[in-house]
């Protein structure tokens, strides 16, 4: 599994923390790759990638899918707004 990014911090003592993360295929969160964390993460079988965990991402709804929807449900509340000349 490629990693998504790769991520360096330095603390207010000066130390460098520096690692890998992954990406949600199914929110966009990123998460720092820690194996043998005890994290109980997924992986999605049919985006064929890995997911963050949360309780919303175990069903599979890819979040391109999600941004589609939402752009639609948008275009339809602007065109709404045009029928129905609430917009000035």
């Given at each position: 599994?490629?990693?998504?990014?790769?991520?360096?911090?330095t603390d207010p003592d000066?130390?460098?923390?520096?690692?890998?993360?992954?990406?949600?295929?199914?929110c966009n969160a990123h998460w720092i790759v820690r194996p043998g964390?005890?994290?109980k993460r997924g992986w999605c079988l049919r985006c064929m990638g890995p997911h963050c965990g949360q309780a919303a991402c175990w069903s599979c709804e890819p979040f391109?899918?999600?941004?589609?929807?939402w752009e639609m449900r948008e275009?339809?509340?602007?065109?709404?707004?045009?029928?129905?000349?609430l917009d000035s």
């Open positions: 599994m490629r990693p998504a990014g790769y991520f360096v911090s000066g130390r460098i923390t520096e690692g890998e993360t992954l990406q949600c295929v199914h964390s005890g994290i391109e899918k999600k941004l589609e929807r275009r339809l509340v602007q065109a709404a707004r045009k029928t129905l000349c």
